[in-house]
């Protein structure tokens, strides 16, 4: 039991309770060691064991006293009595049976080339992991550097500059325009409004002739008929007016 299971984990500490394991004796004696080894906290399990034998030779471990002790025991009990053919009736009361002493060793404690080699692939699966999810990650960070908004944050920017630019160009065109043919329709209607008007008239030789009586101007004279001789008149022509008295009636 004990070169078993240290040569699985070296480290695996033994408290061992020698008694006898036939005759008249040895269920006391096993009894007073089982309560030994129950009550000491440092104890993890208890291993009962003895090598093969006959019957008679194995009777101590078919106790009905050691089976209940064994029962009762709080710490767990690994029954590795004799030969594999052998079954006493501590086998059915104890926590765990095996079936020799050798594999109660194997039994006790785990391999420790085992173990490493666990540990060491479980080291291995978290560095992949852990390097598969870095990797991913990298990745996503490289696609989103490499998008244009990313990789040139100005160009978005530029175009917009240009775009606005354009609108400027275009606005102050469209004004220009706009402004260039209202000049040139206000221009037309000055024209219209200047052949139209009097001073056209006026330039062309012809006069404006109004009644005065020194404080008012009465409206244009029409007719012949509403002036009297000795009448004050204002004669607009083309360049300015003049003052003018009639002389005489009206002539046919």
Do not use: K
């Not at 479980?122 to 991913?136: E, P, S, T």
């Not at 004004?175 to 221009?187: L, P, Q």
């Not at 056209?200 to 012949?224: F, K, M, N």
């Not at 009297?228 to 005489?248: K, Q, W």
Request: negative net charge.
């Amino acid at each position: 039991v004990v070169s078993n299971a240290q040569a699985r984990w070296p480290a695996v500490e033994f408290r061992i309770e020698n008694t006898a394991t036939q005759g008249g004796l040895a269920v006391a004696q096993i009894l007073e060691a089982l309560g030994i080894l129950d009550r000491d906290p440092a104890v993890d399990v208890i291993v009962l064991a003895r090598g093969g034998g006959s019957v008679e030779d194995l009777l101590p471990f078919s106790d009905e006293t050691l089976c209940r002790a064994v029962a009762a025991c709080r710490t767990p009990v690994v029954s590795a009595i004799g030969h594999e053919p052998d079954t006493p009736l501590v086998d059915h009361v104890a926590d765990l049976r095996c079936s020799t002493p050798t594999e109660a060793g194997r039994r006790l404690v785990p391999d420790l080339a085992e173990e490493i080699a666990r540990i060491t692939g479980l080291r291995d699966r978290g560095r992949r992991a852990l390097h598969g999810w870095v990797d991913r990650e990298q990745r996503l960070l490289d696609a989103l550097r490499a998008r244009p908004v990313l990789a040139d944050p100005l160009r978005d920017m530029a175009r917009r500059h240009e775009e606005l630019e354009r609108l400027r160009t275009a606005t102050r065109a469209a004004v220009e325009r706009r402004v260039e043919r209202d000049g040139t329709e206000i221009a037309h209607l000055r024209a219209r409004l200047t052949a139209l008007g009097p001073a056209a008239t006026l330039a062309r030789g012809y006069a404006i002739v109004q009644r005065w009586t020194g404080d008012e101007i009465l409206p244009v004279l029409r007719s012949t008929a509403e002036v009297a001789p000795g009448d004050r008149l204002r004669i607009r022509v083309g360049d300015g007016t003049v003052g003018a008295a009639v002389e005489d009636g009206r002539d046919e």
